[in-house]
């Protein structure tokens, strides 16, 4: 195509190859680079979909404050997710195919930390709406929930039937794992946005819920999975605890006399954190006896690990039949087990070994099978299916105006999981009520998550991923807090870690090694530059240069 008169090429300053017609890359090109932000792993992973790549970098520049309200937006509580997340964006994280995985849980614990310490105030809107929202249960789901609605300027009033917010939080983890007075800070700074906590407040009856909603434009139910499953086989065994109901009194100071020699039934946290605080109270010999193998334990790997290390005994594949006396003794009858053909769940179903049995002297049995709601009030008010409530994508529940969330909606039984279902439920109501804008959400990401593939690694060096643990002796010596905090240095030098996988953080890398000069810096643009489609060649040497896999090549249809 020949030049018409007074067309205006944009030509570099220093070109190579000298421009003419016949040069017109467009006639051989077939892919064009791409300057985008794409989804981390780690943000994909993230069950709150935390700006991780985002708030990390702002760590590192010394922009704590920024870093922090970059987390707030998804997760106003980083000071607790950052010591009890099962931190499924580790497992995610890129740099594990290259050294270690970056410690996110680790830098947001610090951030945290950092903003209880100077008292930042949470995020909120100064004008409040004409709607208000009712919100059922104080646990983590319906906390989340709150925080989002209250943030949009909505006002929140939580009915909690017990007497303290927090729920699992509060009544369920131990203080080894999370200090009462991070929990206490982070409850007090959440309530100080202007919502309204109205304690010890159960609603017992359908009658109830339907009050609520004469009264409130929109209903979050959170009321969690607070009913524990026991085993057919310890029915009426007047020695026998209930996990939950153990860890409860441990957290208000009151624990139950244990004995010795303390069994623990069950391989979820539940389980783990019984088994660990039976070490604690004093406890020499405990075990926990799980009908799987260790692979198959819901609970946390890390959890699992350092219970061992503190001295905590894993009796597996194994299933209890029967608890005994025998005068003064409490024999525990067990047998062995084999996994079998898959169940319900995808997971290989156990099966009795036959004629294989052994027995286990006990002071304790502890029971923490799992636990799931107790819908009994909600009958006729949702639909159900099992023991849990029905909702869709984004947490409705197909009667107009009631939004359902965290356990009593899934079995999934983490608390990150729970505050995404609180979010989305949140994010959900917003538009049901006209607001549609989402907090926290970000905007213009690809698809398809950044792979190992696409990181390279030549702009990396090989590091250890930060470590910082008490000694298991130590540990087991009273409740005090099992991890120790991390300083600012130790901060920037993990934050530094990152591959800030999809992002862009402009090292002009694509500028200065494009053989064409086609790529140039331009302010205006999404990711800060543009490429000069004339004179690219699409040869992807900008996009191999990227260490961050934030350039794509694009296939060009002719």
Sequence with gaps: MAKTMGEVHEVPTTWTTGWTDIFNTGTWRSVMPVHQRRYAPCHAACPVSGEIPTWIQQLKKGDYQEAWLTLVANNPFPAVTGRVCHHPCELKCNRNEYDEKVSVKTLERCLGDMALEKNWKLPTSDQLKDEKIAVVGAGPAGLSAAYQLRARGFGVTIYEARQQPGGLLYYGIPAY????????????????????LLAGTPLKSPADFKQLEEKYAAVFIATGAQRSLGLPELEGAAEVLDGLYFLERVNEGAPPELGSK?????????????????????????????????????????????????????????????????????????????????????????EPVAGQTFAMEIDTLICATGAEADLTPLQGVLPAAGSLVQVDGEQGTGRKGFFAGGDLTSRERYVASAIGTGRRGAAAIARFLGVPEEIGKADGLDEDPVVFADINTYYFSSLPTLKKSKAAAARVADFREIEPGIGLDEAAAEAERCFSCGNCLHCDNCFYFCPDMAVQRDETAAEGYRVLDQYCKGCGLCAAECPRGAIVLKEEIK
């Design 177 to 196: 794992r999370l200090p009462r007075n991070i929990l206490k800070g982070e409850m007090e700074r959440l309530l100080q946005t202007g919502i309204e």
């Design 262 to 350: 303390v069994v623990v039934i069950g391989g979820g946290n539940t389980a783990v954190d019984a088994a660990r605080c039976a070490l604690r109270l004093g406890s020499r010999d405990v075990a926990i006896l799980y009908r799987r193998g260790r692979e198959q334990m819901p609970a946390q790997a890390e959890e699992i690990a350092e219970a061992e290390e503190e001295g905590v005994k894993l009796e597996l594949l194994a299933a209890p039949i029967a608890l005994k006396k025998e005068g003064q003794k409490k024999i525990l009858l067990c047998r062995r087990m084999r996994l079998g053909a898959p169940d319900a769940s995808g997971r290989q179903r156990p």
